[in-house]
């Protein structure tokens, strides 16, 4: 039987839901410009090298641990993690990013389903870093949807956003697409076990990357 969760998760996880995720980059504009993703064998390298080992090492166990907040109505333990991750968020424009992606989510779910809890918490001047909404809003679904939705928008994100950026046709970013969660999946399980002292992951080269995006002379991308 069909689960009834199923079609929110995929209206609300589609590439066309209007959470303005468009307009970012999350530094990979930068990393274009300065040779770093040239073609479609460096996204591929830069998505396994440089964003799985953060989704598996950080995000994921992140959300896991966000998700279960949520869904035990531990609201106040969720704002501290959402406080936590604007901690983490050391460049000004990832984690304007992540804020304004949470928000406008946030606020479009809200009119989509008249939700008491969501509304609480975006009054409560939280950050709304788009990991936390996310663990919010699809709180009742299981764990194991949540996490391969968030890194299935993770991936398709950088990988649609580099179609602007390099010559890659919408085929081979699929293939692109799919041979990165062909890694991710195989390990979701073992992330619903990951102990907090092991969450963490330090990217200089994105963290870098975004910075000077900031001072660029032209941007096609807001971060």
């Not at 809890?117 to 001047?125: K, N, W």
């Not at 699809?138 to 764990?143: D, E, G, I, S, T």
């Not at 990988?159 to 919408?170: C, E, H, N, V, Y």
């Not at 619903?192 to 975004?210: C, D, K, M, V, Y």
Request: aromatic share 6%.
């Amino acid at each position: 039987m069909l689960p009834e969760w199923l079609p929110w998760l995929l209206q609300v996880n589609d590439s066309q839901f209007p959470s303005g995720a468009y307009a970012h980059s999350m530094g990979l504009e930068e990393l274009v410009q300065r040779g770093v993703v040239q073609k479609p064998e460096d996204l591929e390298r830069f998505l396994q090298h440089q964003i799985i080992p953060s989704l598996l090492a950080f995000e994921l166990p992140f959300l896991v641990k966000a998700h279960a907040c949520a869904a035990a109505g531990d609201y106040a333990a969720l704002r501290l993690m959402d406080d936590e991750l604007e901690a983490w968020k050391l460049a000004a424009e990832l984690r304007q990013a992540s804020r304004q992606l949470g928000s406008r989510r946030l606020a479009l779910v809200q009119k989509l389903d008249a939700d008491p809890a969501l509304t609480s918490y975006a009054q409560s001047e939280a950050p709304c870093h788009h990991l936390i909404v996310c663990a919010l809003e699809l709180r009742h679904l299981p764990v194991t949807a949540v996490v391969c939705a968030f890194a299935l928008q993770t991936i398709s994100g950088y990988a649609i956003s580099s179609m602007k950026l390099i010559r890659l046709g919408q085929e081979r970013c699929q293939l692109i697409i799919r041979g990165c969660m062909t890694l991710i999946a195989p390990r979701l399980d073992a992330l619903i076990s990951t102990p907090s002292e092991r969450l963490g992951w330090f990217n200089p080269l994105l963290e870098i990357a975004s910075m000077r995006h900031a001072r660029a002379n032209e941007r096609l991308f807001i971060s």
